[in-house]
C-alpha cells in the first residue's frame, strides 16, 4: 500500500512540475551541466552589477570635480566622456521544453512543454487537474466526472472511455481530441 501511495505522490509530483514549468533540467541536459551555466550566469550578473556600481561612483566623482572647478571659476579642460552605452543583458537561459517524468510502471516518459490539451480517465487525475489549476486545459474525461459543480464545463467535454469502466478507453475518441498528455489510473497490478 506505501509503494502505491509513494508511486500516486511521485506522479502527481511530477504533474505539478509539469503543469506549473517548474523544471530544473529537461532531457538531454546532465544537472551538472544546468548547475554549470547557472553558476556561469550568476558570476556574469554579479561582474555586470560590479561595473555598474563602479560607474556609478565614478560619474559621481566626476560631477563632484566638474562642481569644484566651477565654484572656483575654472572650466574643465577635457570634454567629459559620453554616457556609456547601455551593455547588453546576459541572455536568459531557454526553458526546457521537455520534461521526463517515470510513470506509475517505472518506465520514463519524455513529455513535451507545455501541456496544453489534457484528456484523462480517473477521478483521481479529475482532482489533481483541478486542484493544480489546470482544469481549463482539460479536452477529455472520464465518464464518470459529470458534476458541473466541482468541475465546470464538464457537459461540453467529451469521455474517452465507456460507462462501468474507467480502463475501457475509447483510444479512437482520444486521438481525436489531440491531446498533449493522457492520463490514467492505475490498478496497481503488473502485468508480464
Known amino acids: 500500500m506505501r509503494n502505491r501511495i509513494a508511486k500516486n505522490i511521485s506522479i502527481a509530483l511530477a504533474l505539478v512540475l509539469m503543469l506549473t514549468g517548474i523544471v530544473g533540467c529537461s532531457a538531454g541536459v546532465s544537472q551538472s551541466e544546468y548547475d554549470e551555466a547557472v553558476a556561469g550566469r550568476d558570476a556574469a550578473r554579479a561582474q555586470a552589477t560590479k ?14 570635480l566638474r562642481k569644484d572647478l566651477a565654484a572656483k571659476g575654472e572650466k574643465p579642460t577635457a570634454t567629459p566622456p559620453p554616457a556609456p552605452k547601455e551593455e547588453p543583458k546576459p541572455k536568459e537561459e531557454p526553458k526546457p ?22 484528456a484523462f480517465t480517473h477521478s483521481a487525475s479529475a482532482e489533481a487537474l483541478k486542484i493544480l489549476g489546470a482544469w ?7 465518464y464518470l466526472i459529470t458534476s458541473e459543480l466541482l468541475f465546470s464545463g464538464t457537459s461540453e467535454l467529451p469521455a474517452v472511455n465507456m460507462s462501468m469502466n474507467t480502463y475501457n478507453v475509447n483510444y479512437e475518441k482520444v486521438f481525436e481530441l489531440h491531446p498533449d498528455i493522457f492520463l490514467t489510473g492505475s490498478t496497481g497490478y503488473t502485468w508480464t
Do not use: C, F, H, M
Open 51 to 64: 561595473l555598474e556600481s563602479n560607474l556609478a561612483a565614478a560619474q559621481a566623482e566626476a560631477a563632484g
Open 97 to 118: 521544453t521537455t520534461i521526463t517524468i517515470t510513470d506509475g510502471l517505472g518506465r520514463e516518459v519524455t513529455i513535451k512543454k507545455p501541456v496544453e490539451r489534457i
Open 136 to 142: 481549463d486545459r482539460v479536452v477529455g474525461r472520464d
